[in-house]
Structure formats: C-alpha cells, structure tokens
C-alpha cells in the first residue's frame, strides 16, 4: 500500500514537472518576444529623438535667418524692436507670430 502511494505521488510529481517544463517553455518564448518588442520600440525612440533634434536644429536656424532678414530689412526701428521682444520675451515663437507682428 505504501509503494502504491508512492508511484502516485512520483506520477502526480512527474505531471507537475512537465507542467512547469511547458510553462518555462512558454515564459522563454513570450520573454523572447518582448525582447525583440522592447529592441524595436528602443530603436524607434531614437530615431524619434534624432528626428526631433533635426527638427530643432532646422527651427532655430529658421529663427535665425527670421532674424537676419529683420535686422537688415528696412523696417521702422519701433516695429523691429517690437517684434525682436515679442520673439524673445515669448516662450514659444513661430515666424508666423513673427511675421504678423512684422506687417
């Protein structure tokens, strides 16, 4: 009777093996997935980044050249000024709020 109990117990240990074999099995696969997932969104995100610096870099060389054309159009000194303390004073200056203040 004992050894009976016993190849049960072995049995219902060796299904719970198998059982926690798959799930590891399982848990490899989606950890792979994610992995993979995680590269791709990594990889995205820079190229996010490296579009927005572009993108940054292309804005203040725009509000420069806003800026040079300001300086040396022939425009009342009152209205440059103006306009010059808008775009500096604002936190967010666009040449279109530049070019509105200029006409």
């Known amino acids: ?28 696969v989606i950890t792979r997935q994610l992995s993979e997932e995680n590269a791709n969104l990594q990889e995205y995100v820079e190229k996010e980044m490296e579009e927005k610096k572009k993108l940054s870099k292309t804005n203040e060389e725009l509000l420069w050249k806003l800026q040079e054309e300001d300086a040396t159009s022939p425009v009342k000194l009152q209205s440059t000024s103006s306009a010059s303390f808008y775009r500096c004073s604002s936190g967010n200056s666009s040449p279109a709020k530049a070019r509105t203040l200029r006409q």
């Open 1 to 28: 009777e004992r050894n009976l109990k016993l190849e049960e117990k072995i049995t219902m240990l060796q299904q719970q093996n198998e059982e926690l074999r798959a799930r590891i099995e399982q848990n490899t």
